[in-house]
C-alpha cells in the first residue's frame, strides 16, 4: 500500500471513533486524614488508639514511663528547673536524648537530637490573646499540643487522659485547654474527650436548668453542714480528753512528788 493510501485509511479509521465532550480528569488520591491523640497522665490514656498506626500519639513529659507508643514528644519547661527537679525520674534528660521522634522544647539542644524549637512566635501570631498586649493563653502543655495540631492541620484529635479534675493547678490551667478545644471545633476539627475528663463539663445548663442546679446546691449545702457538725462535735470531743488528759498528767506528777517526799527509808 502506498503512503498516501495509508494515509487515507488512517484518516478514515479515526473519523469513526467518537469525540469525547471533556478529557477524562486523573483519579486524584484522597489525602489521608491527619488524626492526632494527645496524652495527659490519668488513666483515660488508655483510650489512646496505640494499635491504630494512622493515629499520632503526642506525650509530655515522663509519659514515656507508661505509654506504649509515640509519635512526637512535648518538654516545654526550662532544662534548668527539670533537671534540678529531685520529683523527676534521674534519667529523664538521658530518656529524651535517646529519643528517635521529634521534642518540642524551648529551643534545639545538640545533645537532644530531637529536640525541635516549639513555635510559639508563630503560633502566639496565629492565636493572639483578644486583649491588646496580654501574654499568649498558654498555661499548660497540652494547650501547646492542641494549637500546634490546629496549626499543622489535623482533622481529628482526641484528649486522652487530660481529666483536669483536681482543685490545684489542673484548675487553673483547664480554662486555657477549653478555650483551645473550642478554636479546633470552630475550625471544623472533630475532638474527641472521655468523660472521666473534667474538660467542657457542665452539670446542669445555665438558665435552663436552675431548679436542679439550686436543689444540688442545697443538698451538697445539707451535707457540707453536716460533715461540719460532725467535726465540731469531734473537736469538742478532742478538746475534753486533752484536758482530761492534762488533769491526770498533773495528778499523776502530784503522786510522783509524794512519793517521793514521803518514800520509807530504806533499811
Given at each position: 500500500?502506498?503512503?498516501?493510501?495509508?494515509?487515507?485509511?488512517?484518516?478514515?479509521?479515526?473519523?469513526?471513533?467518537?469525540?469525547?465532550?471533556a478529557p477524562i480528569a486523573p483519579i486524584a488520591a484522597t489525602p489521608p486524614v491527619k488524626k492526632v491523640a494527645i496524652l495527659g497522665f490519668t488513666e483515660s490514656w488508655r483510650l489512646a488508639p496505640?494499635?491504630?498506626?494512622?493515629?499520632?500519639?503526642?506525650?509530655?513529659?515522663?509519659?514515656?514511663?507508661?505509654?506504649?507508643?509515640?509519635?512526637?514528644?512535648?518538654?516545654?519547661?526550662?532544662?534548668?528547673?527539670?533537671?534540678?527537679?529531685?520529683?523527676?525520674?534521674?534519667?529523664?534528660?538521658?530518656?529524651?536524648?535517646?529519643?528517635?521522634?521529634?521534642?518540642?522544647?524551648?529551643?534545639?539542644?545538640?545533645?537532644?537530637?530531637g529536640s525541635v524549637e516549639y513555635p510559639l512566635n508563630a503560633l502566639a501570631q496565629m492565636f493572639p490573646n483578644p486583649t491588646p498586649g496580654a501574654k499568649p493563653y498558654l498555661t499548660n502543655t497540652i494547650t501547646y499540643m492542641i494549637l500546634l495540631a490546629i496549626a499543622e492541620g489535623f482533622q481529628s484529635i482526641k484528649l486522652c487522659g487530660v481529666n483536669m479534675s483536681h482543685d490545684s493547678e489542673y484548675a487553673q490551667q483547664r480554662p486555657s485547654c477549653e478555650w483551645a478545644v473550642g478554636l479546633a471545633q470552630g475550625r471544623g476539627i472533630n475532638v474527641w474527650i472521655p468523660m472521666e475528663s473534667d474538660l467542657m463539663k457542665t452539670n446542669y445548663l445555665y438558665g435552663f436548668e436552675e431548679?436542679?442546679?439550686?436543689?444540688?446546691?442545697?443538698?451538697?449545702?445539707?451535707?457540707?453542714?453536716?460533715?461540719?457538725?460532725?467535726?465540731?462535735?469531734?473537736?469538742?470531743?478532742?478538746?475534753?480528753?486533752?484536758?482530761?488528759?492534762?488533769?491526770?498528767?498533773?495528778?499523776?506528777?502530784?503522786?510522783?512528788?509524794?512519793?517521793?517526799i514521803w518514800r520509807s527509808t530504806p533499811h
Open positions: 500500500m502506498k503512503k498516501e493510501q495509508l494515509e487515507e485509511a488512517v484518516a478514515k479509521r479515526k473519523a469513526t471513533i467518537p469525540a469525547l465532550e496505640f494499635d491504630d498506626e494512622s493515629w499520632e500519639i503526642w506525650g509530655l513529659n515522663e509519659l514515656y514511663i507508661t505509654i506504649p507508643r509515640w509519635t512526637r514528644w512535648f518538654e516545654i519547661h526550662d532544662r534548668a528547673v527539670y533537671e534540678a527537679d529531685k520529683k523527676r525520674v534521674s534519667d529523664h534528660v538521658q530518656r529524651l536524648m535517646a529519643m528517635e521522634c521529634p521534642i518540642y522544647m524551648q529551643r534545639h539542644w545538640d545533645d537532644i537530637p431548679e436542679q442546679a439550686n436543689a444540688f446546691d442545697a443538698k451538697l449545702a445539707s451535707r457540707k453542714k453536716e460533715l461540719q457538725d460532725r467535726l465540731n462535735g469531734l473537736d469538742a470531743q478532742m478538746n475534753n480528753l486533752n484536758a482530761a488528759r492534762e488533769q491526770h498528767r498533773g495528778a499523776l506528777q502530784d503522786a510522783e512528788h509524794l512519793h517521793k
